[in-house]
């Protein structure tokens, strides 16, 4: 197993288009996090799934974006019409869910709204 | 709500000087304390961690002291190396059960011969 790979890694899109991002995590991990980080600043919790089981989610999260993570595989991070203050790095983070647990990052998908 | 706050960079250093980079925190009951590092074109990684007061994280010479008393998790090098540039995190996971994180705004480490 290589870790947690994101799809892609850059996306430059057009304000009010659609954007769905990937993120694979490693294989025994149950646990997944989507953050979003922008410049200049630390990464910021957005959604956790245990699972397929989206637990939380932070009111970070408009109603213009979405994840899935059907069968606790993969997941998708979809962002419906964005906006030029959606452009981020948004990184994906998967453990084994026991507390205090080591958490795997991703390389992260940059987003750029122009 | 929890929050981490970190030293702003960016720090810079000559090769062989100490470091310390300083974390700070707010959080009810008993936090995990994290130090994440990221090196140029990579992702996050795990430096340390220390699940409860004055635990002693500990990772490729870097240390940090988990200070119930103070709220801190300083980070700390003897002897810094021109391959630890990058850029530094503090975290924490606070009492509930998603163990999700909440990070400092990074520092800044630049280290040149």
């Known amino acids: 197993d290589t870790g947690v790979s994101q799809d892609p890694r850059h996306k430059i899109t057009k304000r009010g288009q659609n954007v769905t991002f990937r993120c694979d995590p490693i294989?025994?991990?149950?646990?997944l996090y989507w953050y979003r980080q922008t410049l200049g600043q630390g990464p910021e919790f957005l959604t956790y799934?245990?699972?397929?089981?989206?637990?939380?989610k932070s009111r970070l999260l408009s109603d213009r974006f979405s994840a899935e993570r059907p069968k606790g595989s993969f997941s998708t991070l979809e962002i419906q019409r964005t906006e030029q203050g959606d452009s981020a790095m948004y990184l994906c983070?998967?453990?084994?869910?026991?507390?205090?647990?080591?958490?795997?990052f991703g390389q992260g998908t940059r987003l750029t709204v122009v | 709500g929890d929050s981490v706050t970190q030293m702003e960079g960016p720090v810079t250093l000559s090769e062989e000087a100490f470091l310390t980079i300083n974390c700070t925190y707010t959080?009810?009951?008993?936090?995990?304390l994290f130090w994440y590092v990221q090196y140029p074109g990579e992702g996050l990684q795990l430096l340390l961690k220390?699940?409860?007061?004055?635990d002693k994280g500990s990772n490729k010479g870097f240390e940090a002291t988990y200070r119930k008393e103070t709220t801190s998790f300083h980070l700390e090098k003897g002897s810094v190396q021109v391959s630890d540039s990058a850029v530094y995190f503090c975290?924490?996971?606070?009492?509930?059960?998603?163990?999700?994180?909440?990070f400092g705004t990074g520092t800044r480490l630049q280290v040149t011969l």
């Open positions: 983070a998967s453990s084994i869910g026991q507390r205090n647990t080591e958490a795997f």
């Open positions: 294989s025994e991990h149950n646990r």
């Open positions: 799934f245990q699972n397929e089981a989206q637990l939380e």
């Open positions: 959080a009810t009951g008993y936090p995990s």
């Open positions: 220390a699940t409860k007061a004055d």
């Open positions: 975290a924490l996971t606070g009492t509930g059960t998603a163990s999700k994180l909440t």
